[in-house]
Antibody, heavy 124, light 109 residues
Framework: EVQLVESGGGVVRPGGSLRLSCVGSQFRFEDYGMNWVRQGPGKGLEWVAGINWNGERTDYRDSVKGRFTISRDNAENSVHMEMNSLRAEDTALYYC?????????????????WGQGTLVTVAS | SDELTQPPSVSVSPGQTARISCSGD??????GYWYQQKPGQAPVLVIY???KRPSGIPERMSGSSSGTTVTLSISGVQAEDEADYYC????????????FGGGTRLTVL
């Protein structure tokens, strides 16, 4: 069974930094693009950032551009997100999400596998 | 527009059909996807590419598409279907799940 395990969440003051990590197992990691999707308390899902299978393409939602950086290490089956200049509105449960590459799936851009999330709280 | 719009809530009695709509310009060019999320759990993919069902998802869940709207239908609704449902689509590159709808709370009366 595919597993995604997130870590790195915590409580941080506005303007502070955190580094989220996600380790995948029980699947071929390089066959998947990796993404972070967050969910604020009592709110809906919000895509935050994504990286393609080999790390050559990344993209971010507008509100985090210039503050968050996503990266991956296929040798370690891991994806990371460096989060700087954190704001209260970044408070959320952050899910690590795996999307299979087009060459290995018929699912399209479907968020097929989800971790259980790591909680980030930005508060003074 | 980058937004996907869903009704905040839908209520149906057991055995009836629930229909949840999702509208947005992105859907005229890209596929729609649907997720079910129960309290305290991660979302689960229930429909991909507008109308296809992943393995393990019951046949009473189906999807359709018309223009800038995709619709999730659940026939013969059961108590276990009570959950939040989210639609999703992609950016113009079709590479990332850039857009999620605001979510619809399905209540089984």
């Amino acid at each position: 069974e595919v597993q995604l395990v997130e870590s790195g969440g915590g409580v941080v003051r506005p303007g502070g930094s955190l580094r989220l990590s996600c380790v995948g197992s029980q699947f071929r990691f390089e066959d998947y693009g990796m993404n972070w999707v967050r969910q604020g308390p009592g709110k809906g899902l919000e895509w935050v950032a994504g990286i393609n299978w080999n790390g050559e393409r990344t993209d971010y939602r507008d509100s985090v551009k210039g503050r968050f950086t996503i990266s991956r290490d296929n040798a370690e089956n891991s994806v990371h997100m460096e989060m700087n200049s954190l704001r209260a509105e970044d408070t959320a449960l952050y899910y690590c999400v795996a999307i299979p590459r087009p060459s290995v799936t018929v699912l399209g851009v479907a968020c097929k596998h989800w971790g259980q999330g790591t909680l980030v709280t930005v508060a003074s | 527009s980058d937004e996907l719009t869903q009704p905040p809530s839908v209520s149906v009695s057991p055995g009836q059909t629930a229909r949840i709509s999702c509208s947005g310009d992105a859907l005229s060019k890209q596929y729609g996807y649907w997720y079910q999320q129960k309290p305290g759990q991660a979302p689960v993919l229930v429909i991909y590419k507008d109308n296809k069902r992943p393995s393990g998802i019951p046949e009473r869940m189906s999807g359709s598409s018309s223009g800038t709207t995709v619709t999730l239908s659940i026939s013969g609704v059961q108590a276990e279907d009570e959950a939040d449902y989210y639609c999703q689509s992609t950016d113009d590159s079709g590479s990332f799940p850039a857009f999620f709808g605001g979510g619809t709370r399905l209540t089984v009366l």
